[in-house]
């Protein structure tokens, strides 16, 4: 009984990592370490082994939500046999990552918003560009909960 997730989005430095750590730290309050495996990658490659941006960094900190050893690293092919779901932080990522995998796949690939439809939103907003960390964290900490309890449920019919 597994379930993986992998988080995308374009330079896999704020938006990703963020849901990458908000989420495993959902996933071990909830003791299902070792069940949920939980990563992120990027479309883009420009930021390669780099940790989490600053803004990123400092949202997570002031909850206390670790992102140790998280570093950047591009999305490959092999990731679509690899992840049960491929979460598309927007719509950009979402055709990227659909281009990147070949057709035949295992991982079920949604946007992460499509989480939320009452924000009626399609993308969660790039903060590199807006500069805006803690909006994306409220989306991000939103989302994520709502989507361990679609895990929850979906480990509970495998069972
Ligand atoms: P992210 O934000 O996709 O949420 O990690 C970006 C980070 C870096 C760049 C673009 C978006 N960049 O162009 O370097």
Redesign the pocket.
Known sequence: MSYSVLFV????????PMAEAVFRDLVRKEGLEGIVTVASA?T?D??LGHPPHEGTRKVLDRRGISYAGQKARKLSAEDGTRYDLIVA?DSRNERDIRAALRPQQKAEIIRFLSILPEKGLADVP???YTGNFEEVFAMVEEGCRRLLATVKARLGGRA
């Open positions: 989005c374009l330079g896999n430095i704020c938006r990703s990027g883009g420009w930021h932080m790039d903060p590199y």
